[in-house]
């Protein structure tokens, strides 16, 4: 027994149990936290600790107790508050965030305790990690393909800790806005690993994701379907035609045309109560076990109600306010009669698309302040060759800046949180990459009074370099100081051993090719891609390059050329190091980045090749548009050679594998080309008839 160690779990009978508590959270009733809810994520913290240590030092023996042993290795783990109670270790000044965290030596009866303790039943699950990480293990993706294990050691070092710390970003830190199909154990492990706890509720993970400690945040534009105009009514008529003064007053008039596009009459007592019992009746039924609701309005970039109350209420963040104000009255007194046994909180979006980007004018409906809800502020088209604050980028973000200083300005009264969109649906998992914007935006969050991270959309696997965007992400999450070169570094040295400086060269170059992504493919609408889905084929009359950020020969942000150039050198790179002999882990890890590297090469080419047919159809020169075209098809050839795993079913379960070109989103008109300029036996008809019609704007939030 030389070489052993307890860890010491404050629940009696931990020595027999608590291999058995860490897996029971089925057995589990999450709803009424306490003993069972605890003892649960501390088992479980225990036996990754277990496991881990173990694999760490191999001669080490570890055993599970209830107390202190009176000599031999230990190490305490739970929430500071049990540890005082049952094993009568005070932890000084301890962390008022449950997640919070220390991890302290601590003198006991003349010998020595490592006890990690947490604020509550996460934090000692993430001092347990945190312990794990000062050894040197790393989860840089979901599976056993992410894990980075330290060199085995002889000893634990358990002499000497000092550290307290909680999050930055203490509402959550995770994603947003899953389709249902959309859930990973392996990721979920990833998550709390990494200290993540943010997802959407998924029946089947339910009880695991909340003994990794997760918040749930469901939903996103639920008017669309409350509020749906053509509703058939018991009457036979529709919810417009029975209620038409519920719906909009455009131009002072309530016409259908506009009742599914502009938000609703929320001024109206009537119809508010209507939406706010609907609500009401989804929490008590399928919307029961989320922590969080979106309650987000229509998603059609359209506008408000003109009605002559509806202004009187002020802005259209006043607007959105009021009414989440009357939702909350009738939510509370649905608790207060017993209807609901728990309240949940709901996020109103800050979203143009709402449109509530713009913080409100009259401050905040008081039974607001003090509830669960939250401000949910969405900068979708944001430019990532700038950083938020970046006094140059006034073409796009200077709004975003000023807007979500205008809700920070409350964000004392109701709790403002933001969602990023380094994996928009437009970007369709390309390898882009965050490391030179990232760690000034958190910091400029977290200054801003920004109280929750989250981005949209989760990238469930594969995500080749991808991989170190969530590796800052969730350290930048925890400490929005944490220093982004020391997080690259490191991630570069471990994953690729020897091929570490090729693949800083490779990260930095492609990072940089991509920087004016938001230009290329955004919702913003003189964006490339916008640009292109509108153009049916015909010869074009405006210019297709109108930001001043990305112009042919440069701009304000890289332009294609320079993108080009820098696309060659990544490739250089990547050749290089997969002629090197690296260690396998290693080698796995760059054919999954060269698949990556494929994707957004063949794409931004011939996203380049479309644009220049373009213009040279525009200026009328045939011999350039046979060149481009030429290039066109080539790249649509590569693109559609191989999938582009996963891509999910909104709303609703379910999964795709999209080809390449799909992902690019130009397949439509490229089947419209293909008919002008050759190669018309490579179109499907229905294809080229419903080319053209496809409405980006259709697809909520993304
Ligand atoms: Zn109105
Ligand atoms: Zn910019």
Redo the contacts with the bound molecule.
């Keep these: 027994m030389e070489n052993s160690l307890t860890i010491v779990i404050p629940y009696a009978d931990a020595g027999r149990l608590t291999k058995y508590w860490a897996i029971a959270e089925e057995r589990v009733d999450w709803e009424r936290p306490g003993l069972e809810t605890e003892r649960c994520t501390v088992a479980f913290a225990a036996t990754e600790l277990h496991a881990y240590l173990a694999r760490t030092v191999p001669s080490l023996e570890v055993r599970f107790s209830d107390a202190i042993p009176a000599a031999g290795a230990a190490i305490a783990i739970g929430p500071f508050a049990t540890i005082r109670e049952v094993l009568g270790l005070a932890v000084e000044s301890p962390p008022q965030d449950p997640q919070g965290y220390v991890i302290r030596t601590h003198a006991w009866l003349g010998r020595s305790v490592l006890v990690l303790a947490g604020g509550g039943r996460e934090g000692a699950l993430y001092a347990a990690y945190a312990y794990l990480d000062a050894l040197g293990w790393r989860w840089y993706e979901p599976g056993k393909g992410g894990e980075v294990a330290p060199p085995e050691r002889v000893s634990l070092p358990l002499e000497g800790w000092n550290l307290a710390t909680t999050p930055d970003f203490p509402l959550f830190r995770g994603f947003h806005m899953q389709s249902e199909g959309e859930e990973s154990i392996d990721l979920f492990r990833w998550m709390a690993r990494n200290r993540l706890n943010a997802w959407g509720y998924h029946p089947r993970s339910y009880a695991l994701m909340k003994k990794l400690g997760f918040r749930l945040i469901s939903g996103g534009h639920i008017l669309e379907q409350i509020l749906h105009p053509d509703q058939p009514q018991p009457s036979g008529r529709t919810l417009f035609e029975e209620h038409p003064d519920w719906f ?2 455009i131009d002072g008039k309530r016409e259908r045309k506009h009742a599914d596009r502009f938000n609703f ?4 007592p009537v119809a508010t109560h209507h939406v706010a019992r609907h609500l009401v009746e989804r929490f008590r039924t399928d919307w029961r076990w989320t922590d969080f609701q979106h309650v987000w309005m229509l998603d059609t970039w359209a506008g408000w ?3 002559p ?2 202004r009187a209420l002020g802005n259209d963040a006043d607007r959105y306010l009021h009414f989440l104000g009357r939702v909350r009255t009738e939510i509370d007194a649905a608790v207060k009669r017993g209807e609901l046994t728990r309240s949940t909180g709901m996020a109103l979006c800050a979203y143009e698309g709402t449109p509530s980007l713009d913080g409100p004018s009259h401050g905040v409906p008081a039974n607001l302040t003090g509830s669960q809800d939250f401000v949910l502020f969405a900068p979708i088209n944001r430019c990532y060759a700038h950083t938020l604050e970046d006094p140059a980028c006034t073409e796009m973000n200077g709004r975003y800046v000023r807007a979500i200083e205008s809700w920070g300005r409350i964000a004392d009264r109701l709790p403002l949180a933001v969602v990023e969109y380094y994996n928009v649906s437009k970007f369709e998992d390309l390898p882009l990459l965050f490391a030179r914007t990232m760690g000034a935006d958190m910091a400029f969050y977290k200054r801003v009074g920004v109280q929750g991270m989250s981005y949209m959309h989760a990238p469930i696997a594969l995500w080749g370099p991808r991989a170190l965007n969530h590796a800052l992400y969730a350290r930048l999450t925890w400490d929005s100081q944490a220093s982004v070169e020391q997080i690259k570094e490191e991630y570069l040295h471990l994953c690729y051993g020897p091929a570490a400086g090729l693949m800083r060269d490779f990260y930095t170059q492609l990072e940089a090719a991509y920087a004016n992504i938001t230009a290329w493919r955004s919702w913003f609408h003189p964006s490339i891609n916008r640009q292109l889905l509108d153009w049916k084929g015909e010869t074009p009359t405006k210019p297709l390059f109108t930001l001043q950020h990305l112009q042919p020969k440069g701009g304000q942000a890289i332009g294609p050329l320079e993108s080009l150039r820098r696309l060659a050198l990544t490739k250089k790179r990547l050749d290089q190091a997969r002629a090197m002999k690296v260690p396998i882990p290693a080698r796995l890890r760059i054919e999954e980045d060269a698949r990556a590297f494929r994707y957004g090469d063949d794409s931004f080419r011939f996203y380049w090749a479309m644009a220049q047919l373009y213009e040279a159809d525009r200026k009328g020169d045939p011999r350039a548009v046979r060149r481009a075209w030429t290039e066109v098809e080539h790249f649509a050839d590569s693109l559609s050679s191989y999938h582009v795993p996963f891509d999910y079913e909104y709303p609703g379960p379910g999964v795709r594998a999209k080809d390449a070109l799909a992902r690019t989103q130009l397949r439509p008109l490229l089947d419209l080309l293909r008919v002008k300029h050759g190669r018309p036996d490579l179109v499907q008809p229905s294809r080229v008839r419903r080319a053209g019609k496809a409405r980006p704007g259709r697809k909520p939030a993304r």
């Design positions: 909009p007053e009459c929320v001024a109206n109600c003109q009605c109350a509806c």
